[in-house]
């Protein structure tokens, strides 16, 4: 099994459609991201949290919402799905490191491809 | 904020030719530095870091060198591969009050390697 799992690979959805992305992830870690990828626009951060009691907004979480149900998994909803919003999502995991300021690298799932049409 | 910003690509080169990516970064903090790449229909793998001026990050060939005066990160690599084309990805983390931030990432560069 993937250690960062991304369900579904694929959607299709409707204008004005609620949607779930879900990521569960084996790496033990308690940092997990959303980042959204568009051509020529690069990895945009969505949300982020630290742990399981923390949740943060990124560059881009306007019309999305998080939910980080465990310590191994944190969803991300399209509250009412717009077509801008087609893109490939990504999440990521990210773990402690010995130095507080030192930064392992972030384990990415293989991603969800949304379509809003 | 902070940000990073990368060559535009695409870029296409002929096996065995050298390789340089241009990124460089603006920072409030002290960061830490990375390359990533994306092959076809897959997530990002770290391809190598640096967390310190002088710094040299490397792995399967390519380098990067944490050039804090010109606050660049370039990567490099002596022979390009068919298989390495992909996307590459520079990406930077800052040092905030839990610790680091999450990861900046520049626009991304395709590299296409011809046989």
């Known amino acids: 099994d993937a250690d960062v799992t991304q369900t579904p690979r694929n959607r299709i959805t409707k204008t004005g459609k609620r949607i779930m992305l879900e990521c569960s992830q084996t790496?033990?870690?308690?940092?997990m991201y959303w980042y959204r990828q568009d051509p020529g626009l690069g990895l945009r951060l969505i949300y982020y949290s630290f742990d399981v009691k923390d949740i943060n907004k990124g560059e881009i979480s306007d019309g999305y919402s998080v939910s980080r149900q465990a310590q191994a998994k944190f969803s991300l909803s399209l509250e009412s799905a717009i077509p801008n919003q087609t893109a490939l999502y990504f999440c990521a995991t990210s773990g402690p490191t010995a130095d507080r300021w030192g930064v392992d690298g972030y384990t990415f799932g293989s991603g969800t491809r949304l379509t809003v049409v | 904020g902070d940000s990073v910003t990368q060559m535009e690509g695409p870029v296409t080169l002929s096996e065995e030719a050298f390789l340089t990516i241009n990124c460089t970064y603006t920072a409030t903090g002290y960061p830490s530095l990375f390359w990533y790449v994306q092959y076809p229909g897959e997530g990002l793998q770290l391809l190598l870091k640096?967390?310190?001026?002088?710094d040299k990050g490397s792995n399967k060939g390519f380098e990067a060198t944490y050039r804090k005066e010109t606050t660049s990160f370039h990567l490099e690599k002596g022979s390009v591969q068919v298989s390495d084309s992909a996307v590459y990805f520079c990406?930077?983390?800052?040092?905030?009050?839990?610790?680091?931030?999450?990861?900046?990432f520049g626009k991304g560069t395709r590299l296409s390697v011809i046989a």
């Open positions: 790496k033990g870690h308690d940092r």
């Open positions: 640096a967390t310190k001026a002088d």
């Open positions: 990406a930077l983390s800052a040092r905030g009050n839990s610790g680091n931030t999450p990861l900046v």
